[in-house]
């Protein structure tokens, strides 16, 4: 079956552009994950989905992060006024209702920022 | 907070050698545990699990328990093969109240050579 996807695979931006991540979850998947993996900083949460609670934004790392989940399937990740320090591959994951445990990751998308 | 610690490596080995790569984690609780593989050019991966002290998570070869009196979770695998070479990532999920994010170490690059 379909996995997460996401797109682009690769985006590079100029140095205070925005930008727009988009993700795909998994069918039927009700809690949808953002993270980002860096060089610097390893593999950290961004911001996580559940149905139509409040999202869990204490990931995000300045205010020119905002992430969005549309009609409880599609997200997109915006990064306004983009830095240098963006620079990294940003993942999405899904999981199953109730299955917290079982988190699917997309393919994640390289940004680069000139 | 939850934190999680991994042998950085980089590791390389002979095929067929012993695989020990060692993670401890600190966190409130009991929280669940996780072996994540990625393989090149690959999305993230779930190898296996552990949910509870005591428990033994094991998938293609690879095994870890759950100590808790060590707060530790240690990948193993008896033989190794040159397809096993990736980046392997240990993590944890709280069992905090809404805690649903993963929280991972920074990684061990495993090589392996014929």
């Known amino acids: 079956g379909a996995g997460v996807s996401q797109s682009p695979s690769n985006k590079v931006t100029e140095k205070g552009k925005d930008v727009e991540l988009r993700c795909d979850p998994i069918s039927g998947h009700t809690a949808l994950y953002w993270y980002r993996q860096s060089l610097g900083q390893g593999l950290e949460f961004l911001i996580y989905f559940q149905g139509n609670s409040a999202p869990d934004k204490s990931g995000l790392p300045s205010d020119r992060f905002s992430a969005e989940r549309t009609g409880g399937s599609v997200s997109t990740l915006t990064i306004q006024r983009t830095q240098q320090e963006d620079s990294a591959v940003y993942l999405c994951?899904?999981?199953?209702?109730?299955?917290?445990?079982?988190?699917?990751f997309g393919p994640g998308t390289r940004l680069t920022v000139l | 907070g939850d934190s999680v610690t991994q042998m950085e490596g980089p590791v390389t080995l002979s095929e067929e050698a012993f695989l020990t790569i060692n993670c401890t984690y600190t966190?409130?609780?009991?929280?669940?545990l996780f072996w994540y593989v990625q393989y090149p050019g690959e999305g993230l991966q779930l190898l296996l699990k552990a949910t509870k002290a005591d428990d033994k998570g094991s998938n293609k070869g690879f095994e870890a328990t759950y100590r808790k009196e060590t707060t530790s979770f240690h990948l193993e695998k008896g033989s190794v093969q040159v397809s096993d070479s990736a980046v392997y990532f240990c993590a944890l999920r709280s069992r905090s109240q809404g805690a649903q994010k993963l929280v991972f170490g920074q990684g061990t690059r495993l090589t392996i050579n014929p």
């Open positions: 994951a899904s999981s199953p209702p109730r299955e917290y445990n079982e988190q699917f």
């Open positions: 966190a409130t609780g009991y929280p669940s």
